[in-house]
């Protein structure tokens, strides 16, 4: 009979056990004192003292019901704690998020800081290039007298970044020369990872060289036909242009008007203030062979152009370029002001081996000027040269153009960084020129160079250039004019 009663209160225990709880005389305290916060001290949620082990209950008299009692306040305890340790796996979570979100909002260096905001909607980076250049001159030929000195032949400023994952942008200026000129200044949308449209001031479609980076330059200056006829109907003009973009293939049509920075007519008389020009440049670039060290690249680009002038010389073009270098303003090719075009040709071809740290590269031009009225011209120029890696870097590509050159060590930390020896040819012939006095100019040169890239970011460049023009502005007319240049540029870009 006491089992039975024994085991029917214990059932009723079970049943009725909120009816049963210790009174509020015997719970717990939640927080006492002298404990450490849940979580350690940083990132809690809970208060500064932790709970303490709950007290006993108070005695019934009725072991059963006592036992009842304590496991009672036990299991109460726990789901106490559980619940405790439930918010603070919660928060911490949180927290993880807000470390994260605060790292990718935190500025992270290379050479140049980037922001980014947390989802990848937008991101934010500087961008700058500094090249300050010395030149030494030696005459060899003809009565004009090279200045040496130094100078800054960039000196560019910008910022680019992306935002909605759709769009890219950038604006860019240079302050070398003592003067400010916008470079870029465009905004770029990505209609699928293949095709792009970009608007504003951006570099037209044209050559190898033309289209390059000037970060990745081999030589301190380009090829001289591609500094001439690039200044008549490509380099970075006001447009929109629609860009193909692969690993093998890529291709970019557009249409552009004149860059920002060309003046405007200055002339008051109404017959004497030309419109601004215009045209259509594209580029078409393929790499059959396509592997790490092992590159050949064909490409073809072209252009027209209508509503020329030079000045405020309407339907004129004036072609013209330094031997090489910058630091003198003396031209060694000069075609002088050939008026009466009305419209400016041109179709050339490109083509590039990669083999390991061998490079061979080369470019031919042709530029036809259309003159209704009268004669028509047409001119051409060409460049070819080799590069050799003595460190054994291999010049990579991508998207049709040269990109960065990343030595295998790096100056001041492991190594001297990385050493290239290059050797070109160029040559323009403006010597079809209508103007009496320029006839028969032409000009080419050889360049020998030693580049030493201390960094993917930083490098030195050494040039000796020896030259020579027929017929030059430089000199009386039918002279001759040989010459050298030692120059040498320190390059830093972020």
Same mark, same amino acid.
Do not use: C
């Given at each position: 009979?006491?089992?039975?009663?024994?085991?029917?209160?214990?059932?009723?225990?079970?049943?009725?056990?909120?009816?049963?709880?210790?009174?509020?005389?015997?719970? =717990?305290?939640?927080?006492?004192?002298?404990?450490?916060?849940?979580?350690?001290?940083?990132? +809690?949620? %809970?208060?500064?003292?932790?709970?303490?082990? *709950?007290?006993?209950?108070?005695?019934?008299?009725?072991? %059963?019901?006592?036992?009842?009692?304590?496991?009672?306040?036990?299991?109460?305890?726990?789901?106490?704690?559980?619940?405790?340790?439930?918010?603070?796996?919660?928060?911490?979570?949180?927290?993880?998020?807000?470390?994260?979100?605060?790292?990718?909002? /935190?500025?992270?260096?290379? #050479?140049?800081?980037?922001?980014?905001?947390?989802?990848?909607?937008?991101?934010?980076?500087? $961008?700058?290039?500094?090249?300050?250049?010395?030149?030494?001159?030696?005459?060899?030929?003809?009565?004009?007298?090279?200045?040496?000195? @130094?100078?800054?032949? $960039?000196?560019?400023?910008?910022?680019?970044?992306?935002?909605?994952?759709? !769009?890219?942008?950038?604006?860019?200026?240079?302050? *070398?020369?003592?003067?400010?000129?916008? &470079?870029? *200044?465009?905004?770029?949308?990505?209609?699928?990872?293949?095709?792009?449209?970009?608007?504003?001031?951006?570099?037209?479609?044209?050559?190898?060289?033309?289209?390059?980076?000037?970060?990745? /330059?081999?030589?301190?200056?380009?090829?001289? !036909?591609?500094?001439?006829?690039?200044?008549?109907?490509?380099?970075?003009?006001?447009?929109?242009?629609?860009?193909?973009?692969?690993? +093998?293939?890529?291709?970019?049509?557009?249409?552009?008007?004149?860059?920002?920075?060309?003046?405007?007519?200055?002339?008051?008389?109404?017959?004497?203030?030309?419109?601004?020009? #215009?045209?259509?440049?594209?580029?078409?670039?393929?790499?059959?062979?396509?592997?790490?060290?092992?590159? %050949?690249?064909?490409?073809? =680009?072209?252009?027209? $152009?209508?509503?020329?002038?030079?000045?405020?010389?309407?339907?004129? %073009?004036?072609?013209?370029?330094?031997?090489?270098?910058?630091?003198?303003?003396?031209?060694?090719?000069?075609?002088?002001?050939? &008026?009466?075009?009305?419209?400016?040709?041109?179709?050339?071809?490109?083509? &590039?081996?990669?083999?390991?740290?061998?490079?061979?590269?080369?470019?031919?031009?042709?530029? #036809?000027?259309? $003159?209704?009225?009268?004669?028509?011209?047409?001119?051409?120029?060409?460049?070819?040269?080799?590069?050799?890696?003595?460190?054994?870097?291999?010049?990579?590509?991508?998207?049709?153009? !040269?990109?960065?050159?990343?030595?295998?060590? @790096?100056?001041?930390?492991?190594?001297?960084?990385?050493?290239?020896?290059?050797?070109?040819?160029?040559?323009?012939?403006? *010597?079809?020129?209508?103007?009496?006095?320029?006839?028969?100019?032409?000009?080419?040169?050889?360049?020998?160079?030693?580049?030493?890239?201390? +960094?993917?970011?930083?490098?030195?460049?050494?040039?000796?250039?020896?030259?020579?023009?027929?017929? &030059?502005?430089?000199?009386?007319?039918?002279?001759?004019?040989?010459?050298?240049?030692?120059? @040498?540029?320190?390059?830093?870009? !972020?």
């Amino acid at each position: 009979m006491r089992l039975l009663l024994t085991a029917g209160v214990s059932l009723l225990a079970l049943v009725s056990a909120p009816a049963l709880a210790q009174s509020p005389e015997a719970s =717990s305290d939640p927080t006492a004192p002298g404990e450490a916060p849940v979580g350690g001290t940083i990132d +809690t949620i %809970v208060e500064d003292d932790a709970p303490a082990p *709950a007290a006993a209950p108070a005695s019934t008299g009725d072991p %059963v019901l006592d036992r009842l009692n304590a496991l009672e306040a036990k299991v109460s305890q726990l789901e106490k704690r559980n619940a405790e340790l439930e918010q603070q796996a919660q928060f911490n979570q949180s927290r993880l998020e807000t470390v994260e979100t605060r790292a990718a909002k /935190n500025v992270q260096f290379s #050479w140049g800081p980037t922001f980014a905001e947390p989802t990848g909607n937008f991101t934010f980076k500087p $961008r700058g290039v500094i090249e300050a250049d010395y030149a030494a001159f030696l005459e060899r030929a003809g009565g004009y007298d090279y200045n040496n000195g @130094t100078g800054f032949r $960039r000196a560019r400023i910008g910022l680019e970044g992306t935002a909605l994952k759709k !769009f890219n942008y950038r604006i860019e200026v240079d302050f *070398a020369g003592n003067a400010v000129s916008l &470079t870029d *200044a465009y905004l770029q949308y990505v209609l699928n990872p293949r095709f792009l449209i970009t608007a504003g001031q951006h570099k037209a479609p044209f050559g190898l060289e033309s289209n390059n980076s000037d970060n990745y /330059n081999v030589f301190l200056e380009r090829g001289m !036909f591609t500094n001439a006829f690039g200044n008549a109907g490509a380099e970075r003009r006001i447009g929109v242009s629609l860009g193909y973009v692969s690993d +093998t293939l890529n291709a970019a049509v557009g249409l552009f008007g004149d860059n920002e920075s060309i003046s405007r007519s200055t002339a008051t008389a109404p017959t004497n203030t030309p419109d601004e020009s #215009w045209g259509v440049n594209g580029r078409v670039t393929w790499e059959p062979v396509f592997e790490t060290g092992k590159i %050949v690249h064909l490409g073809a =680009s072209g252009f027209y $152009r209508t509503s020329l002038k030079s000045g405020d010389t309407p339907d004129a %073009v004036r072609l013209n370029d330094r031997p090489n270098i910058r630091i003198d303003n003396g031209n060694i090719a000069d075609s002088g002001v050939i &008026t009466g075009v009305d419209t400016l040709r041109y179709l050339g071809g490109e083509a &590039t081996g990669v083999f390991g740290p061998l490079t061979v590269a080369g470019e031919y031009g042709r530029l #036809w000027l259309d $003159r209704p009225s009268l004669q028509n011209e047409a001119f051409d120029g060409y460049y070819a040269y080799v590069t050799w890696f003595i460190t054994g870097e291999t010049r990579p590509f991508k998207n049709g153009n !040269f990109d960065r050159v990343k030595p295998f060590t @790096t100056f001041g930390q492991d190594g001297l960084g990385a050493f290239e020896l290059a050797l070109r040819y160029d040559h323009l012939s403006l *010597a079809d020129t209508p103007v009496i006095a320029r006839s028969g100019n032409k000009a080419q040169s050889w360049t020998l160079g030693l580049n030493w890239y201390l +960094t993917a970011n930083a490098k030195l460049l050494f040039n000796w250039v020896r030259f020579s023009g027929d017929n &030059t502005p430089l000199d009386p007319v039918g002279s001759k004019t040989k010459g050298d240049a030692l120059a @040498t540029r320190l390059h830093l870009d !972020f």
